[in-house]
């Protein structure tokens, strides 16, 4: 991929495509998610294509805790 140069910064962004496409390639990914509310960023990430190791969440709202664990046991 010709924009994914290390030590260059690419001229434009990548499509999303384009990020699908290197995910596998890449190293999983750790995201620190505040105020998470239904995880609904652990899910933009898997509907992306990114590859995700940890997933850190935090959130005080026992409602969308629940559905959090149910979804993401």
Known sequence: MPW????KLPLTLPSLNQLRNCAPYLRGMNILSLFDGTSAGRLAAERAGLKVDKYYASEIDKYAIAVSKKNYP
């Open 4 to 7: 994914l140069v290390a030590g």
